[in-house]
């Protein structure tokens, strides 16, 4: 069975810093793109950024330029998304999304992702 867990969401203050997993299991990661992605309450899900299947290339969204990097480790099946100088608007449920045979890159996009995990919640909040 496929699989994608997501875990290290938590509380945080503004400005701290939480680094997500996303553990794949039933299938390796070696040929998948993954894509992180955020809903807020009464929000649209959003994609945060993306990594490609070999790792060589990365997007991200505007607004966590510069904030957060997503990494990814085969040989442990897992992909991060370290998030640092998080902010109250970063305050979301956070999920991993695999998506098999895109080549060289990765996308945003969430309709073209075909696996989802369950999410993490991330509070950032005083």
């Known amino acids: 069975q496929l699989q994608l867990v997501e875990s290290g969401g938590g509380l945080v203050q503004p400005g701290g810093s939480l680094r997500l997993s996303c553990a794949a299991s039933g299938f390796t990661l070696d040929y998948y793109a993954i894509g992180w992605f955020r809903q807020a309450p009464g929000k649209e899900r959003e994609g945060v950024s993306c990594?490609?299947?070999?790792?060589?290339?990365?997007n991200y969204a505007d607004s966590v330029k510069g904030r957060f990097t997503i990494s990814r480790h085969n040989a442990e099946n897992t992909v991060y998304l370290q998030m640092n100088n998080l902010k109250p608007e970063d305050t979301a449920v956070y999920y991993c999304a695999a998506l098999r045979g895109y080549g060289s890159s990765c996308s945003n996009q969430k309709q073209v992702y075909s696996y989802w995990g369950r999410g993490t919640q991330v509070t950032v909040s005083s």
């Open positions: 990594i490609s299947s070999s790792g060589g290339k990365t």
